[in-house]
Structures are given as structure tokens and as C-alpha cells.
């Protein structure tokens, strides 16, 4: 399992990564895909969308299961990865290369109460 350390994370299995601009770019973590399985289907958020701290955002189908995945803090969608939608498969092959969304956080303060790549590991490990 892939956890890279310049990344931030959630209990719910997104990361988060800072850009220059302060912005997010997000997607499900490699133990996020591996769980799910062999991803068909994605559905991502609209463009200018406001999403409060949690909120599932994002559907996400697999061969054996269906799950969302959500804001890792409230913020204004951005940008979404088209790419994922018609070829689910990249999130599988490479989860955190195949990013889902980016966010404008509403406060940056927030990005700092996300997990880094040691305590998201604890929580796997604690699952």
C-alpha cells in the first residue's frame, strides 16, 4: 500500500494535495481502491459547487461495491478530472496520479487538521 508523505489525508480514505495557489486537488487513497475493487464508474461534483466539511461528493462504482468520497474540508469545487469518468480504470492503476477535484478550501487553517501520511497509516492499521 502506497501512502506518499507530501500528501494529507482523511479518516474516510481521500487525500488532499496543497498547490502553490492554496487550492486542493483530491482523490480516494491506493487502500481507498484496493478496497473497492475494479472501479466502473465515477461521478464527480459540478464545477463551482460548495461543499461543507465531509460532504460526499463524489459516487464511486466498482465491480463489488458502490461508496462516495468526500470534501476533506468546505471549500468551492474548481476543477474536476474528467479523464476519470470515462476511464474509471485510472484511479485503479494509479490512485493518486488520478485525481477526482479540486477544491478551494473556504478556510486554509482547515487543510491543517487533515492527517498526514504517518497518522492515516495509524488508522488504517487501527481498522
Known amino acids: 500500500m502506497i501512502i506518499p508523505n ?5 479518516r474516510t480514505h481521500e487525500w488532499a494535495r496543497i498547490e502553490a495557489d492554496g487550492a486542493l486537488t483530491v482523490g480516494i ?17 459540478e464545477v463551482g459547487r ?14 463489488k461495491a458502490a461508496a462516495d468520497a468526500y470534501a476533506p474540508v468546505a471549500g468551492s469545487v474548481i476543477a474536476v478530472n474528467e479523464d476519470v469518468t ?8 494509479d490512485a493518486y496520479a488520478a485525481w ?19 497518522a492515516y497509516k495509524s488508522a488504517i492499521d487501527a481498522e
Open 29 to 45: 487513497t491506493d487502500h481507498a481502491q484496493e478496497l473497492l475493487g475494479d472501479l466502473v464508474f465515477v461521478e464527480l461534483p
Open 86 to 93: 470515462s476511464a474509471p480504470e485510472r484511479v485503479n492503476q
Open 100 to 118: 477526482l477535484f479540486r477544491l478551494q478550501p473556504a478556510n486554509a487553517a482547515d487543510v491543517d487538521k487533515l492527517l498526514d501520511a504517518a
Open 6 to 10: 507530501e500528501l494529507k489525508y482523511t
Open 50 to 63: 460548495t461543499l461543507a466539511a465531509e460532504e460526499a461528493c463524489v459516487v464511486l462504482e466498482s465491480v
